[in-house]
């Protein structure tokens, strides 16, 4: 079965700061999807980006790039120029792509931004 | 274009009642999905659902817990004689095609509390 791992349960950064945080999975399939979601106090789940393990080139959302090593299973959030509104849960996912359609998450890092 | 609703927010059950809550996904969406999250914890698969069918229930207790997608009406989640330990937060997600690169929209989720 396929597991996430988040090993870092809390992070905290400065405003305008960069933090990365850290997924590693664990899969034996050859193709698949990975996402990381915010969960801000709202609780409402928002996709922040996403990865196709096919693709060698890092995925990149404005302020959000990713770090995919396929080889390690390794999957990090890298967020640039950090502001107040990033503070937020954040949860790493996985997704196979021809298997089961249900996402498999982490536990989860608890992002925090001081001013 | 609404986004998935989900009704009630917040639910307070009694042990041994019953808990129902609604999911309404996305227009022209077809494929459901609803996860559990407990307190501190990420995500937790139940069961996924398209029109009339269960596809994947591999995450929802044999017991008590029922869900549906009737060809017309939203999603019903339907927990039996709930228990203190099914205090969690239930969200929805919807997807127009069950692809892997295909982003799943969440709900607001429903906190169900069991006194």
């Known amino acids: 079965a396929q597991t996430v791992t988040q090993s870092q349960p809390e992070m905290s950064v400065q405003e305008a700061e960069t933090v990365t945080l850290s997924c590693t999975y664990d899969t034996s399939e050859s193709d698949y999807y990975l996402f990381w979601y915010k969960q801000p106090p709202s609780r409402q789940m928002i996709l922040v980006i996403r990865?196709?393990?096919?693709?060698?080139q890092n995925a990149t959302e404005n302020r959000f790039s990713v770090n995919f090593q396929k080889a390690a299973k390794s999957f990090s959030l890298k967020i640039s120029d950090s502001q107040l509104g990033d503070a937020a849960m954040y949860f790493c996912?996985?997704?196979?792509?021809?298997?089961?359609?249900?996402?498999?998450f982490g536990s989860g890092t608890r992002l925090q931004v001081q001013p | 274009n609404a986004g998935v609703m989900q009704n009630p927010r917040h639910l307070v059950r009694r042990r041994g009642q019953e808990a129902r809550l609604r999911c309404s996904p996305m227009k022209g969406h077809s494929h459901v999905y609803w996860y559990r999250q407990l307190p501190e914890e990420g995500l937790k698969f139940m069961v996924y659902l398209q029109k009339e069918n269960i596809i994947d229930e591999s995450g929802m207790p044999k017991e008590r817990f029922s869900a549906e997608f009737p060809k017309e009406g939203p999603s019903i989640l339907r927990i039996q004689q709930v228990v203190r330990g099914d205090s969690a937060a239930y969200f929805c997600?919807?997807?127009?095609?069950?692809?892997?690169?295909?982003?799943?929209?969440f709900g607001p989720g429903t906190r169900l509390t069991v006194l």
């Open positions: 997600a919807s997807s127009p095609t069950s692809g892997g690169a295909v982003e799943q929209f």
């Open positions: 990865q196709e393990a096919y693709k060698q």
């Open positions: 996912a996985y997704r196979e792509d021809m298997g089961r359609r249900a996402l498999t």
